[in-house]
C-alpha cells in the first residue's frame, strides 16, 4: 500500500521544484499553482528563504508542501517543524531516511543505481526520486531499473521539461514527475505569478489520461 502523501502525489503527477529567493513570493506562487490546477509544492532548502518560504505554503492551506534539498537529519526537523509535510533528498542519506522515518515523516531520498535503488528497499521505503533524471539515462534508465524492483515507485526530476514529460509519466514504476520547468526561479523572482499559472496548467494539461 503506497503511503497517502505519495497517493496524493500519484494523482497530481506532477511535483513543482521551487527555488525561493523571497518568502513574500510563496503566497502568490501557491495561489499560481492552485489556479493552474496543481496544488503541490516542494520547496528547496537552497535558499535562506525556503524555511519561510515553506511556513507561508503550509499556512496557506489545500497544498501539499514538501521540503526539497534536505542534505542532514537537522534539516529534517527544520523542515517539519516549519510544515513540510514530505522530506526528499538528492541522495540516498541514511541519516536523513532514518530521522524522518522516527518523526514518521515520508521521505523521498535519490537513487539511480541498482545498489541505491536496493539500499532503499532496505530501509523499508516504497519510493524514490530518480534524480538527476535527464542525464541518468532518462525514461529508458527507469524502466531498466524498476524491472528487479517490484513494487518500488520513482519519481524522476532533473532535466524534465514540457517536452519530455509524457515519456516518464508513461511508465508504470513512476509515481509522478518532478520539476521546475513550469516554476521558472526567474519568473518567481520577476513576480510573474501570470507565467507560472500558464505554464502549470499546461503540465497539468499534458498528465490528461494518463
Ligand atoms: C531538483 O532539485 O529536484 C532539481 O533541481 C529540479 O530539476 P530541474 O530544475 O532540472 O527540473
Not at 72 to 77: E, G, I
Request: glycine share 12%.
Amino acid at each position: 500500500t503506497v503511503h497517502e502523501t505519495w497517493q496524493q502525489l500519484a494523482d497530481h503527477a506532477l511535483v513543482p521544484v521551487v527555488v525561493l529567493d523571497d518568502p513574500a513570493a510563496a503566497l502568490p506562487l501557491g495561489q499560481a499553482l492552485v489556479d493552474g490546477g496543481l496544488p503541490v509544492a516542494e520547496v528547496t532548502l537552497r535558499t535562506p528563504e525556503a524555511l519561510a518560504g515553506i511556513r507561508e505554503l503550509a499556512g496557506y492551506g489545500g497544498l501539499l508542501v514538501g521540503a526539497g534539498t534536505v542534505l542532514t537529519p537537522q534539516q529534517v526537523d527544520l523542515a517539519v517543524e516549519a510544515g513540510a509535510r514530505y522530506v526528499v533528498s538528492p541522495g540516498l542519506s541514511r541519516a536523513v531516511v532514518e530521522r524522518c522515518q522516527a518523526i514518521g515523516v515520508p521521505v523521498l531520498p535519490g537513487a539511480v543505481t541498482a545498489t541505491e535503488v536496493q539500499a532503499a528497499v532496505e530501509l523499508g521505503l516504497e519510493a524514490v526520486k530518480f534524480f538527476p533524471a535527464a542525464t541518468s539515462g532518462g525514461p529508458a534508465a527507469v524502466s531498466a531499473l524498476a524491472a528487479p524492483f517490484a513494487g518500488m515507485r520513482f519519481v524522476p526530476t532533473g532535466g524534465i521539461d514540457a517536452g519530455n514529460v509524457a515519456d516518464y509519466l508513461a511508465l508504470p514504476a513512476v509515481l509522478a514527475v518532478g520539476g521546475s520547468w513550469m516554476v521558472p526561479r526567474a519568473a518567481i523572482r520577476a513576480g510573474d505569478f501570470a507565467r507560472v499559472r500558464e505554464l502549470t496548467s499546461q503540465a497539468v494539461a499534458a498528465t490528461r489520461g494518463r
